[in-house]
């Protein structure tokens, strides 16, 4: 599987983004699809993941209520639409897939990785 993600770039504070991870290759309904984002000399840090077969979404404290994370099985295509962005947001952020349908929060735990994204909010 190959992820391609795109759609960082640099936002005010309170303003919204939308990232894309297009996914190529064999892939299967019982995968799970996360996104994850680093700062410079921090860890990966889970931010949402998503259940490809049922939908259903698992989200980092510091992001619920303002980021949701969305798949279109049509075009094998992962989102993270952002909002209300935060300085604290900025981040390298990474789409990644999971050969497993059991959500995790785990950076290792995950099987494909896109490149990252840099998202900048700036206040």
């Known amino acids: 599987v190959q992820l391609q993600a795109s759609g960082g770039g640099l936002v005010l504070a309170g303003e919204s983004l939308r990232l894309s991870c297009a996914a190529s290759g064999r892939t299967s309904s019982s995968y799970t699809g996360g996104w994850f984002r680093q700062t410079p000399g921090k860890e990966r840090e889970f931010v949402a993941g998503i259940r490809w077969s049922s939908g259903s979404t698992a989200y980092a404290d510091s992001v619920k209520g303002r980021f949701t994370i969305s798949r279109d099985n049509a075009k094998n295509t992962m989102y993270l639409q952002m909002n209300s962005l935060k300085p604290e947001d900025t981040a390298v952020y990474y789409c990644?897939?999971?050969?497993?349908?059991?959500?995790?929060?785990?950076?290792?735990?995950?099987?494909?990785w896109g490149q990252g994204t840099q998202v900048t909010v700036s206040s």
């Open positions: 990644a897939v999971r050969r497993n349908f059991v959500l995790s929060p785990v950076s290792g735990a995950y099987d494909f």
